[in-house]
Nanobody, 125 residues
Framework: QVQLVESGGGLVQAGGSLRLSCAAS????????MAWFRQVPGKERVLVAA????????YYADSVQGRMTISRDNAKNTVYLQMNSLKPEDTAVYYCAADRNSGSMQLQLRVYDYWGQGTQVTVSS
């Protein structure tokens, strides 16, 4: 069993930055593909960024390309999402997720087995 705990969310003005962290329990974290999703009320959860087991392959949604960076530190069992130039439309609950079945980067929500509890990001205009 893997537990994921997000932190780093909060309220920020448009144009500002936040760094989200997701700390994972367990000794097999380094084998898992990881991702960040986000969700707003009444809408489906959508992929923001994904990363392979060693950080060698990453993916970004078009809406965040160039503004957000996903990274991981396997020694610390942690994945990060650096968010810059934030916009009001980035307001959402952000979730990290782990795919225990593959170290390759995954884009589909349904393949992720473990989820954090989410952290709220609010960007004011």
């Amino acid at each position: 069993q893997v537990q994921l705990v997000e932190s780093g969310g909060g309220l920020v003005q448009a144009g500002g930055s936040l760094r989200l962290s997701c700390a994972a329990s367990g000794r097999t974290f380094s084998r898992y593909a990881m991702a960040w999703f986000r969700q707003v009320p009444g809408k489906e959860r959508v992929l923001v960024a994904a990363i392979s087991w060693n950080g060698g392959v990453t993916y970004y949604a078009d809406s965040v390309q160039g503004r957000m960076t996903i990274s991981r530190d396997n020694a610390k069992n942690t994945v990060y999402l650096q968010m810059n130039s934030l916009k009001p439309e980035d307001t959402a609950v952000y979730y990290c997720a782990a795919d225990r079945n593959s170290g390759s980067m995954q884009l589909q929500l349904r393949v992720y087995d473990y989820w954090g509890q989410g952290t709220q990001v609010t960007v004011s205009s």
